[in-house]
Structure formats: C-alpha cells, structure tokens
C-alpha cells in the first residue's frame, strides 16, 4: 500500500481522527427498520452496506419509505433486477412525483435560506416565504410561456433567487441548468447552446475580492449566442434596486422586478406530476479535453439519492444548517440545496471566502449557528497557507462536520482541521462527481474517521477497487490502486447525455474500461481493514512510466505536506513519446515519462538541491518508482473554473496536441506555457 504520509496506530491501521459518541443516528434508526422488516441481525455499518448493494432493489424501496418521498402515484416496479448496470434501467416505475414538492414539503416559520457573502447583508428566507417566492416565480414562468420540457437556464451567483428559480422551473416540469459567472463566454454557450434554453436568469455584476465586476458585457455576448432565448432576466445582484440597473444594451432583457409582476401571487403552487426519471437537470462534463458532454439526471433519482445522502449519512435534522461553499456551476449547489427536505437551513455564500477578512467562512459559521461546511481541499489548503486558526479565534461550537470535495484530501490537512479547526469534528472526506451528481464514498456517523481516508462506500453505491487482468474484465483488489468502478444500478446515474439519441456516448464514458461494469474514471485505493478509500487522482492522468501506474495526488501529497514554504503549487503529467497512430484521439505510445511542474514560491529558485530533496522524499516515502524524471519550474499551472487541475490537458499538448475548447479554464493562457518546451525535447 502507498505510504501517502498516513501516520499509522500500534495496530498498523491510520490513525482514528474522529469517532461518533452518538448512541443514535437516523442511519442507525434506518438499519434497525431494516432488521425489523427482514428479519435480519445487521449490527454494523459494513453488514448494512453489503445488505444495500446485495439487495438494492429491497434497500432503494425502504429508503423511498424511511424519506417518505411525496407522491401523487404508486410505483409498479422498483427496478428490473434482471437488467444490469449498463442497461440503465428504469427505476420506480409508473411513480408520479415533483422534486420541488418535495423540496418544499415544510411550509413554516423556520429559516430555509440564508443569503450572505462578500458585501452582502445577511438576509434569511423562511420555509414559508420560499414557498410563496416558488409560487410567484412559477406563475411568472407560465406567462413567459415556459412548459414542461422546456430548458430554463442561470448564469448566476450562489444567491436565493437561484434557488428560487431553480425550484419554480422544477415545479413546473421544465429544466434547470446554470453556470457561475466566473464562466467565459466561450465556457457557457459551449453548455447552454446544446441544450437551447428559453429563458436565462442573470446579474448585472458580482463581487469577489473587494471588486465589483461588471457582468453586463459577458451577458449580451451570451444572449447574442442563445438564438432560441425568448426572455433574460436581470436580478439586481450588486446594485440596491431595478431602478439602478442599465440592461438596455442587453437584448430581450427585464428586470427580475417586471418578471415577476407578470405572475400573480393569487396564482396557486401547482406541482406538474410527473414520472420518476423526468428530466430535472443538465449538468456538464469539465469540457478540458474536447466539447463539454450534457448529463440529464432525472427528478426522482436526485431527490432520493440526496435525501439518503444528507438524512442518512449526514445524519441531518431540522436544526441543522449547511452551508456548502460553491458556485452554481459546481454539481455541490445543486447538492447542497438537495438538503431542504431534511428541514434544516442551507447558506447560500457568494464572493471570496478570504475577504473582507480572511476569517468571513468561520465568522458566518458564528453568526448563523452553522452545523456543517462544505468545502475543497483547495480552500482548506489556502487557510492553512495563511495560517488561519479558527479553534483559537472562534467559537464553533454548533460545528459538527466539516466536508471536503473537489480533489484528494491529503492526510496533513486532516491534522490541520484536527489541531487548528475543532477537534471533535467529523471530517468527511467526499467523493462522487457531477456525473453522478452525488458522492459514490463519504461522511458517516456510524465509523471512525481514518486519517487519509475516505470513510466508506455510500449505502446502495456497489462500489469496488477494480486491478485489470489478462481477459480485460478486472478485478477487485484492495490494498492497492485501482479503478474505482460500481458494480450494481442506482437511480441517479444519469438518464442519457444530451444530443447522444443511440447512447454511443454514455457508453464509451463509463462502459468502455471494463464490460458491463461502471468504470467512474477516477484512480484509489481501498484498505481491507477499514474498508476506507484513499482517491489517488483521474485514471485519465494516471502515471504509468515503465508499466507502474500510479496516482497524481500522491505526488502532491508529498509536495504539499512537505515543501509548502518552498513550492506554491505543482502539476505532473506525463510526456509520452512515439505514438503509433496518427488519430489524436487514439494515439498508442510506447514509452512515458513522468514531468513534475511546480510553481515556486515567492523568491525560491528550484535549484539541484531542492530538486535533490524532491526526489529524496518521494523515492522514500513512495517508491523508486514514483520518482519523476523531469522535475522543473514553470510560471503558472492551469486549473478549470472548478479548481481542479488539468493534469490531462498538460499531457495532451506535451504529446504535440493542441487544446481548441479553453472556456471551462480559469486560466486558458497557462496552457500556452507547457507548448514547445526546449528541455523536453529530446524524449
């Protein structure tokens, strides 16, 4: 196993960082349902999790139940248990049902939403008051002639009216998406035209950084590309009022105002009935490496598979608060407002989480009474860099977990969050994507939180290790890495990609590794003692230098944990040579190499010493193996929108192909750094 700086207890198992004291949580509530109707003697997590996987048609049935998901009709069928995962069957079969229904099943005086971020006053939103604002958008919408199927799109910040609009399209029957407005223009009409919406919600400007950018221009360059938009709609994001707005130059443009006055708040909330598998949202792939793919994920799975996520595992009740640090071009949005049926409040946050103060995350979490945040390891990262230690400086006493995605949590930040966040915190780290739009492993009440692992395999996701073999078919392995794969249906697996009529697309995502297996594309590890994971990066940047593959995060972890004062940031990718097919898409090569780029810090130069060091550290820790065998500066590292880095756009221009799509990069000019580079011209 990768030694991945994981400190290790007198029994050789990772260190435990946090255990439940709880003598009852609703995953435990549900087990106990689950012995009670079976007739079963299921004492631990690992017996309720093979039960779910081994029996998903019984256990998606019972957690239908446990969630008491509103209905209109009965289900026929669950799921055909004879179809297997790459059929895509159909689930809850004849069901009729509404996600904002169910959404919106509270209708009182409790805090639903509070709005907040950079140079906003706090403002709340009630169970009640949503409910009303859905009404009034929804009535709105059906004057604009918006109907069932229709596509309804935000080019928007984490605010309320996101929320508001999302779940009035949703009542109705049409279908959301949205990008952030950190998006470029070329970014969002590479999603949105594929998918000819008929009507966007928009801001004049935003703020991030002590800066107030305009959004205007961006907005008119996008509409001018949406020829099928019958109507945009402005909200006043930074501005104090409609009256403040100059939208003129922005054609078929109202102020959220007039839109609204078109509804009538006499109007009463209909909820459209409609199946299980009706489409809710189009969510995209990143988009790094060719046209972003749109992914439909039906109402009924996103709405049973969050509810399970945030009660279950979460062990949400109404006194808790989420507050999830995202965009709305991040799938965690639309995951962090899948927790409103638990009946706890969510936070919608816009703007940096460093300013005004760089302590604004942990002064909202005191001010609000927030239960649990939602982060990445990115902006753990960054608050460790700045030496942020809020278990001194802040209360936190209502802060039970702390949740983290985006990429691999390394083993120190675990530490961190320990010694210099709260102690007696669950750290969950969480793992899935917008592909699924939802988590495959994470948090959970009921076992121990290892350092440098995942906790667990999330309830009804069949999920295993997979090592190939000789016949192509895999295998499970544990205790080294392998292909994360899932093995059985679940009902939020996407319905079908946009524009792909035969399914050739889908199939070659996630069907094409291993037969008639989800293959996610995502590099782990999964320990045969704990049964946690370790992530080890995309399998689609796995490093394979001399046949042995391994993950990119575990050479970050190194850099990281280790040579933080020295070194910013770091990006490796592999620089393969000689292909054997002249097709860019499908070149085969006969030998790679291993190129570790970093990004020093301030006035450190990456001498031979330094370099010495590196390869010390990595050749120790992990294996002789793993050493790169370029390592060298470069100016900046490319990331997308999302903040992930783009190990697979650097190896592609290394191997001499260019990368045409650059609008879903927070900044497409690095690429241009990794072109032609003298010194890696003689492999």
């Not at 969050?417 to 994470?442: N, P, Q, Y």
């Not at 995060?553 to 000689?578: G, K, M, P, W």
Request: aromatic share 10%; net charge negative.
């Amino acid at each position: 196993m990768p030694s991945n700086d994981i400190a290790c207890s007198e029994d050789g198992l990772p260190k435990i960082m946090w255990r439940s004291t709880k003598q009852e949580t609703q995953m435990q509530n549900f087990m106990q349902t689950i012995n009670k109707k079976f007739g079963l003697n299921l004492e631990s997590y690992r017996d309720l999790w093979k039960w779910s996987t081994e029996n998903y048609s019984n256990f998606w049935e019972e957690t239908w139940n446990y969630m008491k998901i509103i209905h209109s009709h009965p289900y026929s069928k669950v799921v055909d248990e004879n179809a297997g995962i790459c059929d895509i069957p159909e689930w809850f079969q004849d069901a009729k049902l509404n996600y904002a229904e169910n959404m919106l099943r509270y209708n009182d005086d409790k805090t639903a939403i509070y709005a907040t971020g950079e140079g906003q006053k706090l403002k709340t939103l009630t169970f009640k008051e949503l409910r009303c604002r859905v009404a009034l958008y929804a009535s709105a919408l059906k004057k604009h002639g918006i109907k069932c199927g229709d596509r309804v799109v935000g080019y928007i910040p984490n605010c309320k009216e996101a929320v508001e609009a999302m779940l009035a399209v949703a009542s109705i029957g049409a279908i959301w998406s949205s990008t952030s407005p950190d998006f470029g223009v070329t970014g969002v009409l590479e999603r949105f035209q594929q998918i000819q919406p008929k009507l966007i919600f928009s801001v004049e400007a935003v703020r991030y950084n002590n800066k107030v950018h305009s959004h205007i221009n961006k907005l008119e360059k996008v509409v001018q590309g949406l020829p099928e938009l019958q109507t945009v709609v402005v909200i006043p994001f930074v501005a104090q009022t409609d009256t403040d707005l100059d939208i003129q130059t922005v054609p078929k443009s109202m102020t959220l105002a007039k839109f609204l006055s078109c509804g009538s708040p006499e109007d009463p909330l209909k909820f459209e009935q409609l199946p299980f598998n009706h489409p809710l949202f189009v969510m995209y792939s990143s988009g790094t490496t060719g046209p972003p793919k749109c992914m439909v994920h039906s109402a009924g799975g996103t709405l049973l598979q969050h509810m399970k996520e945030h009660i279950l595992h979460g062990n949400m009740t109404r006194k808790d608060c989420l507050l999830y640090y995202t965009t709305t071009g991040w799938m965690m949005w639309n995951w962090m407002v899948g927790a409103l049926p638990s009946g706890g409040s969510i936070v919608v946050y816009d703007g940096s989480p460093f300013h005004p103060k760089t302590t604004v995350i942990f002064d909202t979490i005191d001010e609000i009474g927030v239960t649990i945040l939602g982060t990445s390891a990115k902006c753990l990262g960054v608050m460790e860099e700045k030496g942020l230690k809020p278990s001194e400086s802040h209360d936190l006493a209502s802060l039970h977990t702390i949740l983290s995605t985006g990429s691999p949590l390394a083993p120190h930040q675990y530490d961190y969050v320990s010694e210099h966040v709260k102690k007696d915190l669950l750290l969950g780290s969480i793992t899935g994507g917008t592909d699924i739009i939802s988590c495959f492993m994470g948090q959970n009440p009921m076992i121990p939180v290892y350092r440098g692992e995942l906790q667990s395999a999330n309830l009804g996701m069949a999920v295993a290790c997979y090592g190939e073999t000789e016949d192509g078919l895999g295998e499970q392995v544990f205790d080294q890495a392998g292909e994360l794969v899932c093995l059985e249906p679940f009902p939020c697996m996407p319905t079908h990609f946009w524009n792909d009529p035969d399914g050739k697309l889908y199939k070659k995502a996630y069907f094409s590794k291993f037969p008639g297996i989800w293959s996610h594309g995502d590099f782990c590890l999964e320990n045969s003692r704990t049964h946690g994971f370790v992530m080890l990066g995309r399998s689609d940047a796995t490093l394979n230098p001399n046949g042995v593959r391994f993950g990119t995060s575990e050479l970050y972890t190194i850099i990281d944990s280790q040579f933080q004062n020295e070194i910013a940031d770091s990006v490796a990718a592999a620089q393969r040579h000689n292909p054997r097919k002249s097709c860019e898409e499908n070149r085969i090569y006969d030998q790679e190499r291993v190129v570790l780029f970093l990004k020093m810090a301030p006035d450190v130069v990456l001498d031979e010493t330094l370099k010495s060091r590196i390869c010390l550290s990595i050749r120790t820790q992990l294996s002789p193996r793993h050493v790169p065998a370029v390592i060298m500066a470069t100016e900046d590292i490319p990331y997308t929108i999302s903040g992930k880095k783009v190990e697979v756009a650097i190896t592609r221009i290394l191997s001499g192909i260019d990368i045409k799509e650059r609008g879903a990069f927070r900044n497409p000019q690095a690429l241009d750094l990794y072109k032609n580079i003298p010194s890696l011209s003689d492999f």
